[in-house]
């Protein structure tokens, strides 16, 4: 399969055109902060990881139990399996 197939393909799935066009997005404000001198790459990134575990943490205080035992449950799935290789 070509790229250009694989491109047309993924373009027809709109929740993955959403995620991609807000990274994009992104991508051109991260560049024109750091371009302008408004913020050092190393202290974007730093404010990155930390907004990151903040949003993170958030995310699971919105959790209910079954969405937590759910979770549980896969890493100990997961756990298993890395333990059998």
């Given amino acids: 399969m070509k790229d250009e197939e694989i491109v047309y393909f993924l373009k027809k799935d709109d929740n993955l055109m959403k995620d991609i066009k807000i990274a994009a997005h992104l991508n051109i404000l991260e560049k024109a902060i750091i371009e302008k001198g408004w913020i050092t790459e190393e202290k974007l990134n730093e404010l990155v990881d930390k907004s990151t575990e903040l949003l993170l ?27 059998d290789e």
């Fill in 57 to 83: 943490e958030e995310s699971i205080k919105r959790l209910n139990d079954e969405q937590k035992k759910t979770i549980q449950e896969i890493l100990k799935l997961n756990n298993f399996k890395k333990g």
